[in-house]
Each structure stands twice: as C-alpha cells, then as structure tokens.
C-alpha cells in the first residue's frame, strides 16, 4: 500500500538557518503531495501542495517540489523564524479512493532565537 | 469562518464508560473523516464518510463507530472506552478529489484511565 517516511525528529536549528525536512513516498499512480503544519494545541493546516510531477508548492517561505523520478516532496525554507517552531507532516492522497491521506510519522522542529 | 468544529475539547473517562465526539463543518464538503494522533506515529484514519447516510472502515477502524446523519455533521462513538484508545482525535472533512486538501479541526484530548 501506500506509504510516506519523513525525516525523523526532534530538528533544532538557530534562528534564520536554512530548513530542509526530508519526505519520500511510495504510491501507485501519480498522488497528490502535502504539507501540513502543526501548532502546539492546535489541529493541521495545510501549509502547501503539489498535485503533478515537477509542480513546486509555495507558501509563506517555504517550497517543495514533486519529483517524481526520486518519489520525494523535500520541505525547504531558506531562512526560518522562531515563529516556525511546529510539527511537520508529509502526506499523500490519490491512490486510494476517497480523497484518504497518508501521513508520514511527522517532525518536530524547534527554531532558536 | 469556523470551518471545522470539535466538540469536546478535553474529556476524561473511564473503562467500560461511553461517549460521543462531535465533528461540525461549515464549508459544505461532501468528505468527513476521523483521526487519531498518537506520539511518533502520525494520524491514523479509523472511518470516513463520502457522503450524508455513508461511512467507511479505515485503518484503525475497531472499538469505534460513526454515524453521518447530517451533511455537516460527523459522530465518532466510543461503545466501551479502553486505556488503549487514549489519544487525540481529529476530525477533518474535504471537497472530493484527491488534489483538494482536508481541513482540520482543533482536536479532542481523551484520556481513558
């Protein structure tokens, strides 16, 4: 079946040091990818996506793009903010009916002032 | 815009008790689903719903059930709580194809003692 393994945590980097959080997946057909960002005591939000082969997904500084050849979707922001401190979640849709996702195990960042 | 709404918020019970999770949507989408959080292991899904009257086993489905009675609402229903089903739930609901995201709500803290 389906299935996405992210880089393991806990990630702790200083403030305005370049973030990269690692995603592979596994699927059969051509799945939606996702990130979504956890806030302490606080559900998901979707942070960005990529929904074909070499799209780049955008927001708030952060990008990732759908490399199909590698079956990677690789978090990335080039100057990170103590604001960031959150879980991270990889997920994928699309090949299971129902519009279901699969989430990776998730990755705690902490960003230091 | 409340979008998605969890009630409660916290709950505490103990074995052998029952009780029900309330999901409330607002955004008019045809998908529902409900989660569990547990540490280092991601969401995990235990039903869903395609549409008013439909529900679905998915991953974790045992010791649960659902009902889908309204379009905007989402029941998660725990029979004879164990220690085991200590966890967060989240519920989540989507428009139907796989390139649209869910949408979360805040979660359900339950603790089974």
């Known amino acids: 079946g389906d299935s996405v393994t992210q880089m393991e945590g806990p990630v702790t980097l200083s403030e305005e040091a370049f973030l990269t959080i690692n995603c592979t997946y596994t699927?059969?057909?051509?799945?939606?990818l996702f990130w979504y960002v956890q806030y302490p005591g606080e559900g998901l939000q979707l942070l960005l996506k990529?929904?074909?082969?070499?799209d780049k997904g955008s927001n708030k500084g952060f990008e990732a793009t759908y490399r199909k050849e590698t079956t990677s979707f690789h978090l990335e922001k080039g100057s990170v903010q103590v604001s960031d401190s959150a879980v991270y979640f990889c997920?994928?849709?699309?090949?299971?009916?129902?519009?279901?996702?699969?989430f990776g195990q998730g990755t705690r960042l902490t960003i230091n002032p | 815009n409340a979008g998605v709404t969890q009630t409660p918020k916290f709950r505490v019970l103990k074995t052998g008790q029952s009780m029900t999770l309330l999901c409330a949507q607002d955004?008019?989408?045809?998908?529902m689903y409900w989660y569990r959080q547990d540490p280092g292991m991601g969401l995990r899904l235990i039903h869903y719903?395609?549409?008013?009257?439909?529900?679905a086993k998915g991953e974790v489905p045992d010791g649960y059930n659902v009902s889908r009675l309204k379009k905007q609402n989402f029941l998660l229903g725990l029979e004879s709580a164990a220690p085991s089903q200590t966890s967060v739930y989240f519920c989540?609901?989507?428009?139907?194809?796989?390139?649209?995201?869910?949408?979360f709500g805040d979660g359900t803290r339950l603790s089974i003692l």
């Open positions: 989540a609901s989507s428009y139907p194809t796989a390139d649209q995201p869910q949408h």
């Open positions: 699927a059969t057909g051509y799945p939606s």
């Open positions: 990529a929904t074909k082969a070499d």
């Open positions: 997920a994928l849709s699309g090949s299971q009916g129902a519009q279901k996702l699969v």
């Open positions: 955004m008019n989408h045809e998908y």
């Open positions: 719903s395609v549409g008013e009257g439909t529900t």
